[in-house]
Every structure is written in C-alpha cells, then in structure tokens.
C-alpha cells in the first residue's frame, strides 16, 4: 500500500499568512494527489486534484504542487474560513490512501 | 447540484449487519464511479470501497474485504453498502463520494455522512 505522510500534524496562522501543508507519499505517485479541507462536522470537500487542479468554486489563495513523492497545499493568505483539517489523498493505486490530516488554526 | 443523502446508520451490536443506502441526484449516476468512505470519531479518513459505473467492478482494501459489499442501482441513482460481520472499530461515519479523475481518482462531491455505531 502507498503510505501517505502529511506535515506539520498542526499549525496556526494569523490572517494573511501564507501557510504551506507537506504530503510525501512512499512511492511515486506521479502527480494523483488530491487535497481536502474538512471543517467541523462537516464532510471533507475537494480543493485540489492531480496535485495542481483547482477545483471549481475554491477560493485561488489556494494552490497545490509537487510531483514524483513530495507535494504540497499552500493558502497564500489565511482567511478566518480557511480554518479546519486538511487531508491529502492518493488516487493513482488501490488502496486509495489518505494523509493523517494537518489542522489549521488562526492564531 | 449534486447531492448525495445517505442513510441507514445507526447502532448495531458486534457480529450483526448494516446496510447503508446513498441517494445520488443533480448529476447522471449512471456515468460515474462512486465510493465509501469513512471516519472513525477524531480519526482521519479511510477509503472503503469503489464501485465501477455498471457495477461489474468493486474494490475494497483488506480492513473490510469479504465483509462489506458496494452495489448500485443505476436505474434508482443509488449506491448501497452492505456491511456484514461488524466490528467494533468499524465504528464511523461513513460517507458517500463520487469519483472523478481517470489514470488518478478523487472524490469530488460528498455526502453529509451516516453514522454506524457498533457496540454490544
């Protein structure tokens, strides 16, 4: 199975920060990432797919990058609703594997 | 819009079986695939199983292979998920997803969730 490593577990940010949220998977997984952010008792919601689309509707402070096994999620200027969990995904292979989560918070 | 409602959840002892049901609306069904997917409370998320847009293939991980089934009925836009011999730590909300990708998949739309409680 491809393992899915994120980092920092957590971070906190002021508003207009930029914040940058690591994803390194254990193989290559040739640019078939996503990336979700979750709020509280909410269902996970899709903000980015083969590591750099962003999909429809999500606000464009947020951008993803990366190939090969290191990716990343960065929020070019933390808003208060930017708040929440932040998982990222593997679709290239099954199992589907998801990251253990970055929480965001403001600070 | 896209909407998917799940529901069938609820507390079910150790050893006994859950069917969930998801209603899928404001998208062809028939065209994607779709998927499960869950989260124990305070825990990440977990891929539970794929369905293909016919239904002639299903996937699943070895943590609920050969006891939970994924199934659909694209004449009613509705997925299912049969879950037999339970388990505790199969305590979660479970959610339905639709894919989207094609050489990588994602899940692009989410139901709110059901919550399955398994407990003596």
């Known amino acids: 199975d491809i393992q899915m490593t994120q980092s920092p577990a957590s971070l906190s940010a002021s508003l207009g920060e930029t914040v940058t949220i690591q994803c390194q998977a254990s193989?290559?997984?040739?640019?078939?990432l996503a990336w979700y952010q979750q709020k509280p008792g909410k269902s996970p919601q899709l903000l980015i797919y083969?590591?750099?689309s962003l999909q429809d509707g999500v606000p464009s402070r947020f951008s993803g990058s990366g190939s090969g096994t290191q990716y990343s999620l960065k929020i070019s200027s933390m808003q208060t609703e930017d708040e929440g969990v932040y998982f990222c995904?593997?679709?290239?292979?099954?199992?589907?594997?998801f990251g253990a989560g970055t929480k965001l918070e403001l600070k | 819009e896209v909407q998917l409602v799940e529901s069938g959840g609820g507390l079910v002892q150790p050893g006994r079986s859950l069917k969930l049901s998801c209603a899928a609306s404001?998208?062809?069904?028939?065209?994607?695939?779709m998927a499960w997917v869950r989260q124990a409370p305070k825990k990440g998320l977990e891929w539970v199983a794929t369905?293909?847009?016919?239904?002639?293939?299903?996937y699943y991980p070895d943590s609920v292979k050969g006891r939970f089934t994924i199934s659909r009925d694209n004449a009613k836009s509705s997925l299912y998920l049969q879950m037999n011999s339970l388990k505790s730590e199969d305590t979660a909300t479970y959610y339905c997803?639709?894919?989207?990708?094609?050489?990588?998949?994602?899940?692009?739309?989410w139901g709110q969730g059901v919550m399955v409680t398994v407990s003596s």
């Open positions: 193989e290559d997984i040739y640019s078939g």
């Open positions: 997803a639709r894919l989207g990708g094609g050489y990588a998949y994602y899940f692009d739309y």
């Open positions: 369905i293909s847009t016919s239904g002639s293939r299903t």
């Open positions: 083969g590591a750099s």
């Open positions: 404001g998208f062809t069904f028939s065209n994607y695939y």
């Open positions: 995904q593997q679709g290239l292979k099954y199992p589907h594997t």
